[in-house]
């Protein structure tokens, strides 16, 4: 679709940790990276305990992060979390790697999402 010209700068989102799907791990997470067109703008993310390991590997891995309860319902082992709490918790391993976090004007501009 891209080579059609269909789809222009798509937003790739890679899921990792699904049961019966891409296993939540650096080596899958890495082969679809590479398989992804040059140049392209995505997010890696995993699914239950694997949410924050997996935001960690795709900053790591030059991608974006996703975080939210759709994925995780907990921010510690028994601890409810809110989306709040998991985005200070992906905000704080994000800085501690060393990348910067993109504001919401910043990001809407990378995806090339119009505000309406």
Do not use: H
Request: aromatic share 4%; hydrophobic share 45%; proline share 5%.
């Amino acid at each position: 679709m891209i080579k059609e010209g269909l789809l222009d700068n798509p937003l790739f989102q890679l899921c990792l940790g699904i049961p019966w799907g891409a296993p939540a791990d650096t080596t899958t997470m890495k082969a679809m990276v590479d398989n992804l067109p040059a140049n392209a703008t995505w997010a890696g993310f995993g699914i239950g305990r694997m949410q924050m390991p997996m935001a960690a590997q795709a900053v790591l891995l030059g991608g974006n992060v996703r975080v939210g309860l759709e994925d995780n319902l907990y921010l510690d082992r028994g601890v409810l979390a809110s989306n709040g709490q998991l985005v200070d918790r992906a905000v704080e391993i994000i800085s501690r790697l060393g990348a910067r976090v993109l504001s919401p004007a910043e990001g809407r501009a990378k995806m090339n999402l119009n505000r309406r």
